[in-house]
């Protein structure tokens, strides 16, 4: 089973039929669904269109990006769990992550046991707004006891540096047993292909734990799912598990089972004492 933790839904028809069609031609079972952008519409018709796309899809999993700047944010966040949303979307394009509105935010979707998907690293958004987005800005969401989050795009092209930061948050979570705060690192591409193999392998290799910890995604559009890129990606990232020699286990849990505990919290019983090399 391969769900895809990372597709944005784009302006235009609603058809997840042909969606699911085009996901099954490429070997894909589901997704999370990201909604439209702040810029796209209304709260109520980006999560009308949200829903349209997801419900009664039990395999497309509504994700809300909400503007943490936008006045009412905090109550967007109780109003579109309300309505069924499953998680979270944030993009640091103007402001820190350890901004006081992103931080409320923030705090409402842990209380709500509500995850949050960050785009991290270089942004493609034709303007300068990047610096933002470095991994180690998100160190702040250290003071969210119970906040589940995953930086995409293993934060390309600081992925060294968000390495580091996971190694920090698995040292802080030894250090404070009853914070529930959980890292996740979404693969989404980001990297280009000539580094994929450098970046997985230094991840599997830091003697972190990082296997329930890695996440599936394709970047893809809903409204015209590129099966092409995403089967390429699959094939990829396959040889390159086959080449670190990961078990089966691990491979499912990258490509469906650490999503699956990403939104539902059913992480939180590890032990973070042996998670992390003890001499460091
Ligand atoms: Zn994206």
New binding site residues.
């Given amino acids: 089973m391969i769900y895809d933790g990372?597709i944005?839904i784009r302006p235009g028809k609603v058809n997840p039929v042909e969606l699911k069609e085009q996901m099954t031609q490429c070997g894909i079972d589901g997704g999370v669904l990201?909604s439209l952008s702040p810029e796209n519409g209304t709260f109520d018709s980006r999560v009308e269109n949200l829903l349209e796309w997801t419900e009664g899809n039990d395999e497309l999993i509504p994700f809300f990006w909400i503007n943490p700047l936008e006045t009412g944010a905090i109550g967007q966040v109780r109003r579109a769990i309300e309505k069924g949303v499953a998680g979270f979307k944030i993009i640091c394009d103007r402001f820190f992550p350890g901004d006081p509105k992103c931080m409320s935010v923030c705090k409402i979707a842990a209380d709500s046991d509500k995850p949050i998907l960050f785009?991290s690293g270089i942004l493609w958004d034709g303007k300068p707004s990047s610096e933002y987005c470095r991994p180690v800005h998100f160190e702040s969401m250290m003071t969210i006891n119970n906040l589940r989050f995953s930086l995409?795009h293993i934060g390309w092209p600081w992925c060294d540096e968000m390495i580091a930061v996971y190694g920090k948050f698995l040292n802080f979570k030894s250090r404070n047993p009853r914070s529930k705060i959980e890292m996740y690192i979404d693969t989404?591409p980001g990297t280009p292909a000539n580094y994929r193999e450098e970046v997985l392998r230094k991840l599997f290799l830091t003697g972190y734990d990082v296997e329930n910890s890695l996440i599936f995604g394709s970047?893809c559009d809903a409204n015209d799912y590129n099966i092409e890129w995403t089967a390429k990606w699959v094939e990829r990232d396959k040889m390159i598990y086959t080449t670190l020699d990961l078990s089966e286990k691990v491979v499912s849990g990258i490509y469906k089972n650490n999503l699956e505990a990403f939104i539902s919290g059913s992480n939180q019983t590890r032990d973070y004492k042996d998670l992390i090399p003890a001499s460091f």
Avoid: C, G, P, V
């Fill in positions: 990372h944005h990201i785009h995409a989404t970047d």
